[in-house]
């Protein structure tokens, strides 16, 4: 069997996880209401994400953006163990603490004042969505989306639309 190669390899993921899972579904009725209440669980976890004031959504600037952004200020770029890049005002900062490797971390740590934690809420909400469509979708009965519905799945995905923490372009 060739395998199919996509022009979305981030969505590859989460389409092949709602077709298995939509397959054992399928094969095992017996799991179907544990794996919709699941599946109702992990929107309501976006949901709260999503209202939550303590997160910001991040969405990763491509090189134009990164560029527009940094100008104006907007947006700063997450690194975890050094992978981006540090601006030279940072690097000379480092060189001043006496250049101790491995010590500083480059986060901040965090402080009493009400900072907003970045996430990338965009891409959690389109990969679950990949995920809900596969399983909803890719049955040739209605079975799996009557459960989902009896089991009020609809409020949680419909509550993704209004979520605060989404931009406004989204």
Not at 62 to 86: C, D, I, Q, Y
């Amino acid at each position: 069997m060739r395998r199919r190669r996509s022009a979305d390899p981030l969505g590859d993921t989460a389409t092949n996880l709602g077709n298995a899972m939509d397959e054992l579904m399928r094969h095992q009725p017996s799991l179907k209401q544990s794996a919709t209440a699941a599946i109702i669980k992990l929107l309501e976890q976006v949901c709260a994400l999503g209202r939550d004031p303590r997160y910001v959504c991040w969405k990763p600037a491509s090189s134009k953006e990164s560029s527009v952004a940094s100008s104006n200020g907007a947006h700063l770029p997450l690194t975890r163990g050094g992978g981006g890049e540090a601006s030279s005002d940072e690097e000379e900062e480092e060189e001043d603490n006496g250049g101790e490797a491995g010590t500083a971390d480059p986060l901040p740590a965090p402080s009493p004042s009400p900072e907003k934690e970045p996430v990338p809420l965009v891409d959690y909400v389109l990969n679950v969505m990949k995920f809900v469509d596969a399983i909803l979708s890719n049955n040739s009965t209605d079975d799996h989306c009557r459960e989902f519905v009896s089991q009020t799945g609809l409020v949680p995905l419909m509550g993704i639309l209004g979520l605060p923490n989404l931009p406004i372009d989204f």
